[in-house]
């Protein structure tokens, strides 16, 4: 029979715990053994010495030196086995165990050692008997206290001295000796059922102990990959980065963005967009140097970083093959085609914080030349975003200060040259780059989150525009701002509108709101915004119609009461039939549907005469006026409304004349947000 009950008594591993956990739990059970022998054996060998002394005294010698010198071999051995190498956390789940085998088989070795007191007592008839029963009850009782975390080591030692001790009371007869094996009996049972309590429940607290920081650990892991993919994160990238050194570089930064994949979403559901980034991930690992660090910092973007001197090929050549292959069409994607744009970064030192941002920068450079095609950050593009920077710290001031301005565009009627409207224009002098562009203005409020206040602004330059116009008794002239559907989405620039108005006491019907065609991402919040300004008075002006989203769906809007045709079909449109067309197909359906029809971007005569013939009663653009600071606005509309109905080819060579100098100053606008036209 085997006395070594590790299976028995421990029991399977549980399903579900790893072999790391089982292993952790061995080796604490044999670093609790060790602190046990500590107090264990100094005390046994104490014990032992102390009935070799009674034996010597009582005349059994040898026979009492051999036996303790079997019992301190067996404990040195023990001790050896204990201390004899280190309990590191590299020890292997199977070097500890053999070692926790091998010290309850010499725990049985001592047990059998022990078990030879019953020889040196005549089978515990002699006198020194009880004390021996006594030393052995107090031995058992130690050997179960300090090996309470590994079971056998303690069972294996006491079981057959004690069973051997109740046997030769037995044999004795009378019910003294009967009833006194019995306890010892007893005995054995508790210490039996002691230690397997103990070791249970040491057992258990170590298994808590390393299934936490197993789980930690996992927890740690996950919180640094993109569950998806198995890539990276950006919490796992930023934690790989930091592991390199400038010794490591160059490096080479490559941000990944999928061309097209929000439409896979819409298209085919999310599933199958997971899938292709799946797919996409796998692809980049397949091209990416060796060693190279892959991550998925956004929904579709992914971040490829490796040293410079790691590519076998050149980086241009490995930019080229990644989106070689995640352009290869897909079967499953017939009416979706995926593409890639990257954004490539040298540089010497690894600093998430400054490779990220000019990967991004070179990554929307790409994007503007075109699907699939990447650019490398150089020179340009570096004086290009330390400008965006500069724009974007400067741009609160400028507001504040009122370096940031509006300027009015008039909107002029063609039969009688009358001005009917201004459109308010951004206008910005940087005092280091000189005349900023409405685009750039409105993208560095929304990359800063000044957008709200710019809009604010924008409308209360209106509003000073519209009190001026109402002190010179001209009320039949509108003001205009372009507000975008996400400016309307994002805030409550409705409420803003209508409190302001409230609290000056303007007339709503003296403004005019312009929005893009642009699609929003709420279109019910957008058009309870809209249903609110337009119950107010304010008319509602569809801009640049023709270039945006759903125009023929907008036009079926009740409170849609102008639309703009947009410049590019108006600009050189007595030189072409089709844009012709396209403009008098405009022009009839707005008559049909009871909408005003403007047009912007009117820059020579012939084009103004056209429009007149098509139908167009309102026009916009350089022809009569660039964007005017608000006292020359006003002063232009002094002057044409005093000579309204006597515009004649004479006074418009003046107006071209004196708008070429303004040209210059209106080369920097554009788009819409708060977009000049013209």
């Known amino acids: 029979m085997a006395w070594h009950y590790e299976r028995l008594i421990a029991g399977p591993r549980p399903q579900g715990q790893s072999e790391a956990v089982e292993a952790g739990i061995l080796r604490d059970q044999l670093a609790d053994l060790r602190k046990g022998i500590f107090i264990s054996m100094p005390i046994g060998t104490v014990?032992?010495?102390?009935?070799?002394?009674?034996?010597?005294?009582?005349?059994?010698?040898?026979?009492?030196?051999?036996?303790?010198?079997?019992?301190?071999?067996?404990?040195?051995?023990?001790?050896?086995?204990?201390?004899?190498?280190?309990?590191?956390?590299?020890?292997?789940?199977?070097?500890?165990?053999?070692?926790?085998?091998?010290?309850?088989?010499?725990?049985?070795?001592?047990?059998?050692?022990?078990?030879?007191?019953?020889?040196?007592?005549?089978?515990?008839?002699?006198?020194?008997?009880?004390?021996?029963?006594?030393?052995?009850?107090?031995?058992?009782?130690?050997?179960?206290?300090?090996?309470?975390?590994?079971?056998?080591?303690?069972?294996?030692?006491?079981?057959?001295?004690?069973?051997?001790?109740?046997?030769?009371?037995?044999?004795?007869?009378?019910?003294?000796?009967?009833?006194?094996?019995?306890?010892?009996?007893?005995?054995?049972?508790?210490?039996?059922?002691?230690?397997?309590?103990?070791q249970a429940r040491f057992r258990e607290t170590s298994r808590l102990k390393y299934e936490a920081r197993e789980f930690a650990s996992e927890m740690q892991r996950n919180s640094r990959r993109d569950p998806l993919t198995n890539l990276l994160n950006r919490h796992g990238l930023e934690n790989a980065i930091r592991q390199l050194g400038p010794a490591d570089g160059p490096f080479?930064?490559?941000?990944?963005?999928?061309?097209?994949?929000?439409?896979?979403?819409?298209?085919?559901?999310?599933?199958?967009?997971?899938?292709?980034?799946?797919?996409?991930?796998?692809?980049?690992?397949?091209?990416?140097?060796?060693?190279?660090?892959?991550?998925?910092?956004?929904?579709?973007?992914?971040?490829?970083?490796?040293?410079?001197?790691?590519?076998?090929?050149?980086?241009?050549?490995?930019?080229?093959?990644?989106?070689?292959?995640?352009?290869?069409?897909?079967?499953?994607?017939?009416?979706?085609?995926?593409?890639?744009?990257?954004?490539?970064?040298?540089?010497?030192?690894?600093?998430?914080?400054?490779?990220?941002?000019?990967?991004?920068?070179?990554?929307?450079?790409?994007?503007?030349?075109?699907?699939?095609?990447?650019?490398?950050?150089?020179?340009?593009?570096?004086?290009?975003?330390?400008?965006?920077?500069?724009?974007?710290?400067?741009?609160?001031?400028?507001?504040?200060?009122?370096?940031?301005?509006?300027?009015?565009?008039?909107?002029?009627?063609?039969?009688?040259?009358?001005?009917?409207?201004?459109?308010?224009?951004?206008?910005?002098?940087?005092?280091?780059h000189g005349a900023i562009s409405p685009p750039e203005v409105v993208t560095a409020a929304r990359e800063t989150g000044l957008l709200s206040l710019l809009t604010e602004t924008v409308f209360h330059n209106c509003c000073g525009m519209i009190e001026e116009l109402i002190g010179l008794g001209r009320r039949d002239v509108l003001v205009a701002m372009n507000l975008s559907p996400r400016e309307l989405e994002a805030g409550n620039v409705d409420e803003m509108i209508l409190d302001i108005l409230k609290a000056k006491s303007l007339p709503a019907a003296m403004l005019e709101i312009e929005i893009t065609e642009e699609a929003p991402v709420d279109r019910d919040r957008v058009d309870e915004k809209v249903g609110r300004l337009a119950d107010a008075g304010i008319s509602i002006?569809?801009?640049?119609?023709?270039?945006?989203?759903?125009?023929?769906?907008?036009?079926?809007?009740?409170?849609?009461?102008?639309?703009?045709?947009?410049?590019?079909?108006?600009?050189?449109?007595?030189?072409?039939?089709?844009?012709?067309?396209?403009?008098?197909?405009?022009?009839?359906?707005?008559?049909?549907?009871?909408?005003?029809?403007?047009?912007?971007?009117?820059?020579?005569?012939?084009?103004r005469l056209i429009l007149r013939g098509l139908g167009c009663t309102i026009a916009q653009g350089f022809l009569y006026s660039a964007a005017l600071p608000q006292s020359d606005a006003l002063a232009f509309d002094a002057t044409h409304s005093a000579g309204a109905g006597l515009f004649d080819a004479v006074s418009l060579r003046i107006a071209q004349s004196g708008n070429a100098a303004r040209r210059v100053s209106a080369a920097s606008t554009t788009p819409k947000g708060h977009q000049p036209v013209g």
């Open 47 to 198: 014990l032992s010495a102390l009935i070799l002394a009674v034996q010597m005294f009582s005349g059994g010698g040898l026979a009492a030196v051999l036996w303790f010198a079997a019992v301190s071999t067996l404990n040195c051995w023990r001790m050896a086995l204990a201390f004899g190498q280190s309990n590191t956390a590299a020890s292997r789940h199977k070097t500890v165990g053999a070692r926790l085998s091998m010290y309850g088989m010499l725990s049985l070795a001592s047990g059998i050692a022990w078990s030879f007191l019953a020889v040196l007592t005549d089978g515990y008839s002699t006198p020194q008997a009880s004390l021996y029963l006594i030393v052995l009850a107090g031995t058992s009782a130690g050997s179960v206290t300090y090996g309470t975390s590994y079971a056998p080591a303690s069972i294996n030692f006491i079981t057959l001295p004690l069973l051997v001790a109740a046997g030769c009371i037995l044999a004795k007869g009378n019910i003294e000796n009967s009833v006194l094996a019995f306890t010892i009996l007893l005995f054995l049972g508790g210490m039996i059922r002691g230690s397997l309590i103990g």
């Open 252 to 432: 080479v930064t490559m941000l990944i963005d999928l061309d097209g994949f929000k439409s896979v979403n819409d298209t085919y559901g999310h599933n199958i967009g997971d899938e292709l980034l799946v797919k996409v991930a796998r692809e980049i690992e397949s091209h990416a140097p060796e060693g190279a660090t892959i991550a998925r910092i956004g929904g579709d973007e992914f971040v490829l970083l490796f040293p410079a001197g790691g590519s076998p090929r050149p980086v241009d050549d490995l930019a080229s093959a990644i989106i070689a292959a995640i352009a290869n069409p897909d079967p499953r994607l017939n009416s979706v085609r995926v593409g890639a744009s990257i954004g490539i970064y040298l540089s010497e030192n690894p600093l998430l914080a400054r490779m990220l941002p000019r990967a991004d920068f070179a990554l929307y450079a790409a994007k503007r030349a075109g699907r699939n095609e990447y650019r490398l950050f150089d020179a340009k593009l570096d004086s290009a975003l330390e400008r965006k920077h500069c724009i974007e710290r400067d741009l609160r001031g400028a507001i504040e200060t009122g370096g940031l301005c509006s300027w009015f565009q008039p909107l002029v009627r063609m039969d009688t040259n009358a001005v009917v409207g201004f459109e308010a224009l951004l206008r910005w002098q940087h005092p280091v």
């Open 541 to 607: 002006v569809l801009d640049d119609f023709g270039t945006g989203f759903s125009t023929l769906v907008a036009l079926k809007d009740s409170r849609i009461r102008k639309i703009k045709i947009d410049k590019n079909f108006v600009r050189d449109l007595a030189k072409s039939i089709g844009d012709q067309a396209l403009v008098k197909a405009v022009i009839d359906l707005g008559h049909t549907l009871g909408i005003e029809v403007m047009a912007e971007g009117v820059e020579t005569d012939a084009d």
